[in-house]
T-cell receptor
Framework: SQQGEEDPQALSIQEGENATMNCSYK?????LQWYRQNSGRGLVHLIL?????REKHSGRLRVTLDTSKKSSSLLITASRAADTASYFC???????????FGKGTRLSVIA | DAGITQSPRHKVTETGTPVTLRCHQT?????MYWYRQDPGHGLRLIHY???????DKGEVSDGYSVSRSKTEDFLLTLESATSSQTSVYFC?????????????FGEGSRLTVL
């Protein structure tokens, strides 16, 4: 069963705009990760945020985590056409089991 | 690149035939995983391995078996392929000491079962 669920399922924005994707999960976690997948390719790790962290930055990416609401958000600032991809959140439910992935958000950035 | 390769990348087979997908890593990582990706379902874990000859089931393990006789190779076998196993299969390796670290993915193996 899916641990994390991304929202929205699909998002279309203009180049230069910010893109925000959300992830909700069901059980306590030790960490939450975001991945990106370009069409026809494997997933690529973007960022990991631990349960005791509230915010993390990496370049144009900003991730927040609210453990009280069991939710996370991924913000991509100043989007580019090359950011067009699917984005997945993944969580560990107990700390010693493999990651469980959500169904992903499909982002389209229009030039 | 994380040094992970999958083979074959594409395969078309018929119902009832056996199929083996291979995942090869050059990183000497302990953890290896097989996921399948289907529209509407995202990625679902089939099996994973935490060492040579040490494997465990994932969420959708029925109809699949795995073997890991060497650190670098993790094989996924469909003993008798069915049309419901048409999917894209991804192998991943974990850089951490446990199963919850950052994953590095292969490029995927697209399997079509007719």
């Amino acid at each position: 069963s899916q641990q994390g669920e991304e929202d929205p399922q699909a998002l279309s924005i203009q180049e230069g705009e910010n893109a925000t994707m959300n992830c909700s999960y069901k059980t306590s976690i030790n960490n939450l990760q975001w991945y990106r997948q370009n069409s026809g390719r494997g997933l690529v790790h973007l960022i990991l945020i631990r349960s005791n962290e509230r915010e993390k930055h990496s370049g144009r990416l900003r991730v927040t985590l609210d453990t009280s609401k069991k939710s996370s958000s991924l913000l991509i600032t100043a989007s580019r056409a090359a950011d067009t991809a699917s984005y997945f959140c993944a969580t560990d439910s107990s700390g010693n089991t493999p990651l469980v992935f959500g169904k992903g958000t499909r982002l389209s950035v229009i030039a | 690149d994380a040094g992970i390769t999958q083979s074959p990348r594409h395969k078309v087979t018929e119902t009832g035939t056996p199929v083996t997908l291979r995942c090869h890593q050059t990183e000497n990582h302990r953890y290896m995983y097989w996921y399948r990706q289907d529209p509407g379902h995202g990625l679902r874990l089939i099996h994973y391995s935490y060492g040579v000859k040490d494997t465990d089931k994932g969420e959708v393990s029925d109809g699949y078996s795995v073997s890991r006789s060497k650190t670098e190779d993790f094989l996924l076998t469909l003993e008798s392929a069915t049309s419901s196993q048409t999917s894209v299969y991804f192998c991943a390796i974990s850089s951490g000491t446990g199963p919850t670290g950052e994953l590095f993915f292969g490029e995927g193996s697209r399997l079509t079962v007719l």
